[in-house]
Each structure stands twice: as structure tokens, then as C-alpha cells.
């Protein structure tokens, strides 16, 4: 007995050592105004502060802002943050004037993390820069088609494999009651919302035109000119698609973000729509969702034609046009986004930055993270190699067996494919997707420029871009970061 | 207060010598701040005035001519001259700014035809005024105007069959349509709480009440009032046929929702002002005007109207000024969207803030001081002297 006193009292000493490390730290994370991503971080602090002692103060900024916030609190030394939980694609406007903390270190030190768990993409992109980690991914984003099993088995229809097959099925859906309460009911729901997350929908359509020959090749920019590849046949073909979709969707869908139309399809109201892994477990929800087990995932939808970068043409596939397709049909997932990840102010005190990195590593631990995956509100993904493989993890959470198969499958293929599109991560491409892209896609909805003049708008905007940043400089960051050697 | 009480004049010797200099200059520098009393107090207000409002002013139109990028431990700035306006006159962000020009239309002809003629007429008539004609008020008038036709083939372009209001196009609308609105509807109401109704003094405050509401909520409001899916009149909507219809997607639609809710907002100031302003018109006109047999339509058209004149005038530039800057409304009720069909000029410059170009956002600053200046001032010249004589 004694000596089991003695035993107590030794692990309460170094428990309260481990206590007292960030006893009276006091630290501030920015993210976007939730709930989602906030909710977790929120939720989650005061057990941090419990088990360390570090106080976590988590602020929220719209989404519109979050960029230049970070960029002007760091940039001006006001260094009111001492953590930022953002896009990864942005880091390398905060790596090069050397505003991020390099956490190389920290996370080979870290055994808790189980570093070599996190899926790749997400260690080797989301994460790292130039070799140099920088940020924690907190969650794991890939967009997919989701669509409502019942209606399509009720209409004999079967899953998306083409953006043909996405608008056949919207159109013969589209003014079917959905969810039994006698009103008619809508064939797509896409965000299309201005300032908001329609520019990586519309990235996700055209990926598959655009790119066929791996991920390497890029759907942004011509590797070898840096020119925009937004004024040719497939590009046109995709905003086809893109607008065919309006005409299934809601009344106002020009005004919807994803918190919209994730809430229209978890209360019935659409037969497909774009999302991230959110859906998947927002459906699960039996407080808000009415779609529990009548939701699918797919891969994004492909195409059987594909660019051809010499004629700006398109060109059906074959062996040598599309080396990847499936039953001739060529699919690019869309890593867009790259996941909500946390990184630490370079300026911040030594020992409030390692409260911030210990913070971030408690999120992504799997003793945390596999929970937050699998509800709807924290808004974060699957991420871990251990948590697609983990099934009673998600029946335990509500899905059903086949539902999470089915949702964790199509993550799986989008993540494991080796064509897939990765977002874009030179400097300052929040001005080319933010501004550019997305007010000519929102013009051209709102009927207020041609398909002809949205694509020379892009198409001149990121010129212009390119050429006030440096041509030489730009393509330099975009084949380094697709991988292309030259 | 002399020193020691001593007769002046007494002193002897280097000493005396040194008072009557010490006194000199006490006296010199007394009479300087005699003499320049009513700047000395001034310096710390036009201090800062300078620090506050030029200072800024300056950089802005300083920045507006660069381009800036943040580096390690602040940013750096890089002259590019008018770059940034050739932008939005000349380059990627032309459509966004001007707009798209599309074919004119007879109507379109028509209306310009019919103000140019009006300002021709306003010329003619200053020249046929007899009152202090200048060289360079005639040179005045004819660039005004001639900028002011400019500026209406700009519009009716815009708004033409094939045509696209740009963010300047969109600004105007919002300040001509809207307050033209504004200004009939707050004469009407001023009119009809002057009558002896029952309940007057309730309809007073209520009339009021918009004026109050943070211009968020407003926003918020009326976003609430479109939304045909889910809004609190709905039903209504259901009942019209319209519940799957949506006016805030199409660009009319939006920009109508936008200038109701301004609209809404600031009638209630347009109201109190011409209300206070016919309480305090003479009775005694009216009072002849009704023993001369004049009916309702008559004292109003040429006692009571041409009484507002003054206040009329004053009032529309208060709420000019304030009209050019709108942002809140569109910002919050439909996002600048759908497309750009309800960016105002204070909100394209928000937006492009926002991507960090900062010289792009101070150059259509810079553009929306020059129009609102140019529109302001000729306002106040041509319209505001006249309602005064």
C-alpha cells in the first residue's frame, strides 16, 4: 500500500509538471466564423486548458476575410494571433516573408501525432512546403457528387459517372416531391453563392475536361507558359455543365453557400449536389437530417472528352488521351481546399507557440480527431489512413455499414487517384480564384456576361496577375507545386 | 506689472539697457500673438485636421498610384503610376467598373436628345439672364455640361438592349433613382401629416421609425423579405404564383430589393426635413391664396413647392453625398450579386481591399471622390445658387 502511495505520488509529481508546462499561457487562434471549424476548436479548448494549462481563446472572422486578416495582422507586426486555422493553399503567402512557424521539428518529435497515419496528400501537400512542414491538418477535404439513394432507385437511375449522367439524372428528378411534404423538390443544389465557395465548385466540373494525364499536368495553367487554361473548348463545355445544373437547382441558388445547400439536401430537398465530406456525416444527424441512409458518394462525375492542350480542342479518350480512365471515362477529383489546417505565428512567444502546436496537435491525436470526423457541425473530414479503414467508427457514429462504405469509398478513390487536381498554391491565389474566377462564374449565372466573355475574363484577369507578379516566378511556384522538374 | 515699482526710466547702465531689450521682445512677441490670435487657436485644430484627414488623403492617392506587397515585417510599396486606373478605365477591370456599352435604342436617342436640349435650354438661358455673366462662368457651364451629357450617353449605354451597368453605372442608380424616390415619397408623406387627420402625430414617429435601424438590419430585413422560399411573407408569394421565384437572382430584380430597402431607410429623413420646412411656411400666403379662389393643386405647384426650393435642394445633396458611398446594403442583403449587378462603387473598392490590392481599392476611391465631387459641386453651383436667388 505503501508503496503504491509512494507510486501515486511520483506520476501526480511529473502529471504536474506536465501540467504546469503551459500553466498561465494564453493563447489566440483565428479561424472562420462557424459553426463549423470553430465548434470543434471552441469545444475542445477547455479540455486542452485542463489537461495543460494553456488558455485557447479561439476568434472568428467571415470567410471572405480570413486571408487578409492573417495577412494583415502578421505583415504589420501586430501579431494579434499567435495560431491561424485556414486554407492550406494560402500558406505560401505566409511562408515566404517568413510569417509561419517551420514545425519540421516539432512534429518529428512528436510520437503522439502519428504523423505517418495522416494520409499522405495531406503530409506531402496540405502540409508542406518546399520539404518543411507548416501547418496540422484538422481536417481532409475532396470535393464529390452526393446524391439521395431512394430517389434514384425509386426513378431507376444510377450514380453519377459523367457530368452528362449528373444533369440526365437532375433533369429527370427535378419537381419530384423528395421528402413527402407534397412540394416539388429541386434536381441539383449547388453553392453559387458570390464570395463564398462557388469557385471550387466550378473547379470541380472542370477539372475532368481539362485534366487527363495526372496530376503533374495541371488544370490551372499550361506548365511550360504559365497560360491560363480557361479559354478553350473544354473549359466552355464546362461552364455547359455548370449552367445546365441552374436550371434543377432552387430559385435562389445564385445566393447559396454550402451551409445552404447542405441544409437543403439534408432536409430532402435535392437529388444531388457538390460538397466536401461534409454531407456524408451532416446526413447522420437525426436532429436536423431527414436523409439518414438515403445518401450516396461518388467520385466527381468525369468526361469522355478531354483537351487537347495543342489545339485547345476537346478529343474523345483513349489510351493516350486519358491513361487513367475508368470505362473510358476520365475523372480528376478535386482536392479542393486541402483541408482546415493549423499553423503558428513565427512571431508568437516561444512557449505560447508551443502551447499553439500542442493545441493542434491534441486536435489531429486520433483520440480527438476520430471523433470530430464523423460529426456533421465540426466540419471536419476524414484525414487518417486509420480512420477510412476504421468502420465501426462511423456505424458507431449513425452511419450504416453500406452508407459508409460508400461514403469512405468515394473519399478513398478521389484521394488515391492519380489523376487528381490539386488546388491552386502559388502566391497570391486567393486574387486568381477569390476575385477573378469567381466574379466572371457569378457574371456569367447571373446572365450578365456570355460563356465567351466569362472565359476571356478569366482569361485576362489571371494574365494580368501572372504579369504583375512575374511570369518567371509564378510558373516556378506552380510546377513546384504540382511536382514538375524541369 | 512693472518691476519693483520703479519710475521707468530710472535704470542706468548696461542693466536698463538689458530690461528695455527684454521688454522689447516680450512686447514684440506680444503684439505678434495679438495680431495673430485667430491663427494661433486654429493651429491645433488645423493640426489635427491635417493628421487625420489630409495626411490620409494624401497617401491614399499616393497608394492608389502603387502597387503594394507584404514581405517580412511590413510591406512594400512600388510606384506603377496610373496603372491601377488604366485598369478600370482600360484593362481586366473595365467591365467590372464601366460596364458593358450596348446599342442605343430610339428611346435611348430620345432621352439624350431631350437632355442635352435641357441643358442647351439652362445655357441659353444663363446667357439671357442678365445677371453677372462671366467668361468663365460660360466656360464652366459648357464643360459641366457637356461632362453631364457625357455622363448620360455613359448611363443609357450601359442601359441599353446588350448592355451591362458597371459598379459607376450601378452607383447612380442607386443615387438618381433612389433619392428621386426618396425625396416624392417624403414630400408625399410630409404633405399628408400637415392635413388635419386623425392620428397624425402617431404616423410622425412611425414615419420616422426606419431612420432609426442600423442599416444591417435593414439589409438583413429585407433579405429575409426576397427570400421566396423561406421568407415571412411567403405565403403571400405562394399565393401570386411566386414562391419559386426568386428577385434577387436576376439583376433588376436585385437591385430594385436593394434601393426599396435605401429607400425605406432614408424616406423618414427626406419626411422630417420637408415637414419642419412646410410647418414653417407663412400662413398668410396661403390664407390669400385661399380667399383668391386658388384651388389644392394651384397652392401647391406655386406656393408650397417653390417655398421647398431651398430646403429641397439642400437636402437631396446631404443625402447625395451620402448615397454615393452606399455599401452596407448591398454588401450584406445580396453580396454585390448576382454577378456584380448590385456592387456599388464603395463595395468593388471593399472587394478588391479585401484581395489585398490595396492601389486598385484607393484608385476606385480615387474615382468615386472625382465623380461625387464633380457631381456635388456642380449640383450645388448650378441648382443651389438658382434656388437661393
Not at chain 1, 252 to 265: A, I
Not at chain 2, 34 to 54: H, K, Q
Not at chain 2, 109 to 127: D, E, N, P, S
Request: aromatic share 12%; proline share 4%.
Amino acid at each position: 500500500m505503501k508503496r503504491f502511495i509512494i507510486l501515486l505520488l511520483l506520476a501526480s509529481a511529473m502529471l504536474g509538471v506536465a501540467f504546469a508546462q503551459f500553466e498561465g499561457v494564453e493563447a489566440t487562434i483565428v479561424t472562420f466564423t462557424g459553426p463549423q471549424i470553430a465548434e470543434p476548436l471552441q469545444r475542445r479548448s477547455p479540455d486542452f486548458e485542463a489537461l495543460t494549462g494553456a488558455k485557447m481563446n479561439v476568434v472568428t472572422v467571415p470567410f471572405s476575410d480570413l486571408y487578409q486578416q492573417i495577412l494583415t495582422d502578421v505583415a504589420t507586426n501586430t501579431n494579434s494571433f499567435d495560431g491561424f486555422v485556414f486554407a492550406p493553399q494560402w500558406m505560401v503567402d505566409y511562408i515566404v516573408p517568413g510569417f509561419l512557424e517551420d514545425l519540421t521539428d516539432r512534429v518529428a518529435a512528436d510520437s503522439d501525432l502519428l504523423w505517418q497515419d495522416v494520409a499522405p496528400f495531406f503530409r506531402d501537400f496540405s502540409s508542406t512546403f518546399e520539404g518543411q512542414i507548416y501547418t496540422i491538418p484538422l481536417d481532409g477535404d475532396f470535393q464529390m457528387v452526393y446524391y439521395r439513394t431512394d430517389v434514384l432507385e425509386e426513378n431507376g437511375l444510377e450514380a453519377p459517372a459523367t457530368w452528362d449522367d449528373y444533369i440526365n439524372i437532375a433533369g429527370s428528378v427535378d419537381g419530384q416531391d423528395m421528402n413527402g411534404d407534397g412540394e416539388p423538390d429541386f434536381g441539383s443544389c449547388i453553392a453559387k453563392k458570390r464570395n463564398a465557395q462557388s469557385y471550387w465548385m466550378i473547379t470541380s466540373v472542370w477539372g475532368a475536361f481539362i485534366q487527363s494525364q495526372g496530376t503533374s499536368q495541371g488544370a490551372f495553367f499550361n506548365t511550360d507558359t504559365m497560360e491560363p487554361l480557361v479559354n478553350n473548348a473544354a473549359f466552355e463545355s464546362a461552364l455547359d455543365v455548370y449552367l445546365a445544373t441552374t436550371e434543377f437547382g432552387p430559385p435562389d441558388e445564385l445566393n447559396l453557400d454550402v451551409g445552404d445547400t447542405r441544409g437543403l439536401f439534408t432536409s430532402g430537398r435535392c437529388a444531388l449536389s457538390i460538397d466536401w465530406g461534409d454531407i456524408g456525416t451532416l446526413a447522420i444527424d437525426p436532429t436536423t437530417s431527414v436523409v439518414q441512409n438515403k445518401v450516396g458518394a461518388v467520385i466527381l462525375p468525369g468526361s469522355t472528352q478531354v483537351l487537347d492542350r495543342d489545339t485547345g480542342e476537346l478529343v474523345d479518350c483513349d489510351a493516350n488521351t486519358c491513361p487513367f480512365a475508368v470505362n473510358g471515362v476520365n475523372h480528376a477529383p478535386f482536392a479542393a481546399f486541402g483541408g482546415w489546417s493549423g499553423a503558428v505565428n513565427a512571431a508568437a512567444d516561444p512557449l505560447v507557440k508551443d502551447a499553439v502546436y500542442a493545441f493542434f496537435s491534441y486536435m489531429n491525436q486520433p483520440a480527438q480527431s476520430n471523433i470530430d470526423v464523423t460529426i456533421g457541425i465540426t466540419g471536419f473530414n476524414p484525414y487518417r489512413v486509420s480512420q477510412f479503414e476504421n468502420l465501426p467508427l462511423w456505424i458507431t457514429a449513425g452511419m450504416s455499414r453500406e452508407a459508409a462504405l460508400n461514403y469512405l469509398g468515394a473519399i478513398r478513390e478521389s484521394l488515391n487517384s492519380p489523376n487528381m487536381v490539386l488546388d491552386l498554391r502559388i502566391p497570391q491565389n486567393q486574387r486568381y480564384q477569390q476575385i477573378v474566377l469567381d466574379t466572371a462564374i457569378s457574371q456569367l449565372l447571373a446572365g450578365e456576361l456570355t460563356k465567351e466573355e466569362a472565359m476571356q475574363q478569366i482569361y485576362d484577369g489571371w494574365q494580368e496577375i501572372t504579369d504583375e507578379l512575374g511570369l518567371e516566378d509564378q510558373l516556378s511556384a506552380y510546377r513546384s507545386t504540382l511536382g514538375v522538374q524541369r | 506689472m512693472r518691476s519693483g515699482g520703479r519710475p521707468e526710466g530710472t535704470l542706468q547702465g548696461p542693466d536698463a539697457s538689458q530690461t528695455r531689450r527684454s521688454r522689447s521682445l516680450r512686447e514684440r512677441i506680444g503684439s505678434w500673438f495679438d495680431r495673430n490670435a485667430g491663427n494661433v487657436f486654429l493651429l491645433p485644430t488645423f493640426l489635427i485636421v491635417l493628421l487625420l484627414s489630409i495626411f490620409p488623403f494624401l497617401v491614399s492617392a499616393y497608394l492608389s498610384l502603387s502597387r503594394i506587397r507584404f514581405v517580412r515585417g511590413g510591406f512594400e510599396i512600388t510606384f506603377v503610376g496610373l496603372r491601377n486606373y488604366r485598369k478600370l478605365i482600360k484593362g481586366s477591370e473595365k467591365r467590372h467598373f464601366l460596364g458593358v456599352f450596348g446599342d442605343f435604342s430610339l428611346i435611348s436617342w430620345l432621352i439624350l436628345i431631350v437632355f442635352v436640349a435641357l441643358l442647351g435650354y439652362a445655357l441659353w438661358r444663363y446667357l439671357r439672364s442678365g445677371h453677372r455673366i462671366s467668361a468663365a462662368g460660360v466656360i464652366y457651364r459648357i464643360i459641366t455640361f457637356s461632362i453631364l451629357s457625357y455622363g448620360m450617353w455613359y448611363l443609357l449605354k450601359t442601359l441599353s438592349s446588350g448592355g451591362r451597368p458597371g459598379t459607376l453605372a450601378v452607383t447612380f442608380i442607386y443615387v438618381f433613382l433612389g433619392i428621386g424616390c426618396q425625396y416624392l415619397l417624403g414630400l408625399g408623406l410630409a404633405l399628408l401629416t400637415t392635413q388635419r387627420l386623425v392620428g397624425r402625430r402617431f404616423f410622425r414617429v412611425v414615419f420616422l421609425l426606419p431612420m432609426m435601424i442600423t442599416p444591417v438590419g435593414i439589409a438583413y430585413t429585407f433579405r429575409m423579405l426576397t427570400d421566396t422560399d423561406k421568407g415571412p411573407i411567403n405565403p403571400i408569394w405562394k399565393l401570386l404564383g411566386l414562391a419559386e421565384v426568386s428577385w434577387v437572382t436576376s439583376p433588376w430584380g436585385a437591385r430594385w430589393a436593394i434601393m426599396i430597402g435605401d429607400i425605406w431607410q432614408w424616406t423618414p429623413f427626406m419626411f422630417i426635413v420637408l415637414l419642419a420646412a412646410i410647418e414653417g411656411l407663412p400662413e398668410e400666403l396661403f390664407e390669400a391664396a385661399h380667399v383668391d379662389g386658388a384651388s389644392r393643386w394651384q397652392i401647391f405647384w406655386n406656393i408650397t413647392l417653390p417655398q421647398l426650393v431651398p430646403v429641397s435642394v439642400t437636402v437631396v445633396l446631404i443625402r447625395m453625398i451620402e448615397a454615393f458611398k452606399i455599401v452596407d446594403l448591398p454588401n450584406v442583403l445580396t453580396n454585390g450579386g448576382p454577378g456584380t449587378a448590385t456592387e456599388s462603387l464603395t463595395l468593388h473598392s471593399f472587394f478588391t481591399w479585401r484581395a489585398l490590392d490595396l492601389g486598385g481599392s484607393a484608385a476606385i476611391a480615387y474615382m468615386l471622390l472625382i465623380v461625387s465631387l464633380f457631381v456635388g459641386i456642380s449640383y450645388a453651383n448650378l441648382l443651389q445658387q438658382r434656388a437661393q436667388r
